[in-house]
């Protein structure tokens, strides 16, 4: 029987078709891209990695000079483990709307980007992306306990020269949303800043986070809407990224309840979100940062006006899209320049 004559349970076409029998039919919007181990014209190189065969996971590394050791002996560049967007539901770090971002921010900021993999819903609900972001971040920590220990033969020759002191974690809308639950638990009980040494996390970087709630202010339904971010895509989203029975004020998408919670220790990495004027999701976006910022968290905003949820992945050369960047980078390196 074809895939047409199945019942449908699901119909987020044409991203993802989850039928009533458990199969799912997803279909890559955006091309892929292959890896580059020689630098391109953008002066990055690239190339993938496996970080868990049994789970499938894996990552594509980013490299904003010439892979040879002997260029990277000469300088320590940071390190941002990153995660790509697509609603927890499709992309991958060979996605071009990924590739292309991972591609500049590496450039801009003279940083190594990891971009992590992460299975997808429905066949794996949350919190699966989660549980492989965390594999990502302790796969990272054991290079840095490798390169502490001048075991260099045990890494990934590219991360040899890499500094462990300033690593960060960042995302894109779902994949923020990934970064943040990171650094929530990396950085509260039963896991602390100490427990990553010699890594050191130096912040997270959220560009368009997914966070949302189970209800919708007017000023939220008003909003621009478009392919990218619109409320009938969250609300059929959630469906198959959630696990069954739980709606969207579930604290995988909604952080806000535990973020105002009176009288709970709370921290995070000093943070970067970035939003934009046309996006629906700014509305709460806001509404969490403030009440993380209350509960004691350092974080910074940048609305980009014009433009809409994930713009940089049809714009990539916009002038929006080059500012992003350039804001990045300068998060990154804003304790480490030459005065």
Known sequence: MGSDDKEVEVD????????????????????????????????????????????????RVFLPSSPSASDLTHKKLPVILYFHGG???????????SH???AGVAKRSESIIVSASYRLAPEHRLPAAFEDGFSALKWL????????????????????????????????????????????????????????????ITGLVLVH????????TQEELDCYQDKHMNWNMVEVCSK????????????????????????????LPKSLVLLAENDALRFYILECVEALKHAGCDIDTVMQHGVGHVFFID????????HMLHTIADFINEDHKIL
């Open 100 to 102: 292309m971002f991972c």
């Open 315 to 322: 714009q990539p050369d916009s002038l929006q899209a080059r």
């Open 12 to 59: 987020m076409a044409p991203h993802v078709r989850l039928y009533k029998d458990g199969t799912v039919f997803r279909q890559n919007t955006l091309p892929l891209l292959p890896a580059s181990p020689e630098p391109g014209e953008d002066g990055v190189a690239s190339k993938d990695i496996t970080l868990d065969a049994d789970r499938g996971l894996w990552a």
């Open 209 to 216: 986070p997914g966070f949302v709630r189970g209800s919708r």
């Open 141 to 200: 920590h054991s290079q840095s306990l490798h390169q502490s220990e001048g075991k260099h033969e045990l890494m990934d020759s590219w991360l040899v020269s890499a500094d462990f002191s300033r690593c960060f974690i960042g995302g894109g809308s779902a994949g923020a949303t990934i970064a943040y639950h990171l650094g929530k638990t990396a950085f509260n009980t039963p896991y602390s800043a100490a427990s990553w040494t010699p890594m050191c």
């Open 240 to 267: 198959i990224i959630l696990p069954r029975g739980s709606g969207m004020d579930n604290s995988y998408l909604n952080p806000l309840p535990i973020a105002s919670s009176p009288g709970s220790p709370f921290t």
């Open 87 to 97: 609603g927890f539901i499709f992309g991958s770090p060979d996605w071009s709307g």
